[in-house]
C-alpha cells in the first residue's frame, strides 16, 4: 500500500493550502480505510489533524483544526484532501496522511493515536510566513 501527499509548499499567515493524499496498491480496497492527517513540527510531537472513516460519512478534527480545516475524500479517484484555510505559522509542519483499517472500529477513540494506523505517506512540508 502506498500513500502519496502533494499540495504542500510555503504560504503567508492567513493563506490557504490544500493537500491531497493519492492512495493505491494492490488489494487495497480504498472504501474499507479511514484515512487521517497527522503532523509532525520540529521540536513538536506527531499531532493528529483530521480524520474521515471509510463510508465518508463522520469527520474527526483536532481542536486545532476545527473551523479553520476540512478533511474530503473522492472514492473515485482513491484521493483524501485536506483543505486548511486561514493558516498560522504555528501550522508550520510536515504533514502526513495514514490508512486505518480495514473497516476499523471505535474509531472515535482511535484515529488521533498514531499507532492505530497501518500505512503512512512519507510527508509533505507546509511552512506559514508571519
Known amino acids: 500500500v502506498q500513500l502519496v501527499e502533494s499540495g504542500g509548499g510555503l504560504v503567508q499567515a492567513g493563506g490557504s493550502l490544500k493537500l491531497s493524499c493519492a492512495a493505491s496498491?494492490?488489494?487495497?480496497?480504498?472504501?474499507?480505510?479511514?484515512i487521517g492527517w497527522f503532523r509532525k513540527a520540529p521540536g513538536k510531537e506527531r499531532e493528529g489533524v483530521a480524520c474521515?472513516?471509510?463510508?465518508?460519512?463522520?469527520?474527526y478534527y483536532a481542536d486545532s483544526a476545527t473551523g479553520r480545516f476540512t478533511i474530503s475524500s473522492d472514492h473515485a479517484k482513491n484521493m483524501v484532501y485536506l483543505q486548511m484555510n486561514s493558516l498560522n505559522p504555528e501550522d508550520t509542519a510536515v504533514y502526513y496522511c495514514a490508512a486505518i483499517g480495514p473497516r476499523p472500529i471505535q474509531l472515535r477513540r482511535k484515529w488521533i493515536q498514531a499507532d492505530s494506523y497501518d500505512y503512512w505517506g512519507q510527508g509533505t512540508q507546509v511552512t506559514v510566513s508571519s
Open positions: 474521515i472513516d471509510n463510508t465518508d460519512v463522520i469527520t
Open positions: 496498491g494492490f488489494g487495497f480496497v480504498f472504501d474499507d480505510w479511514a
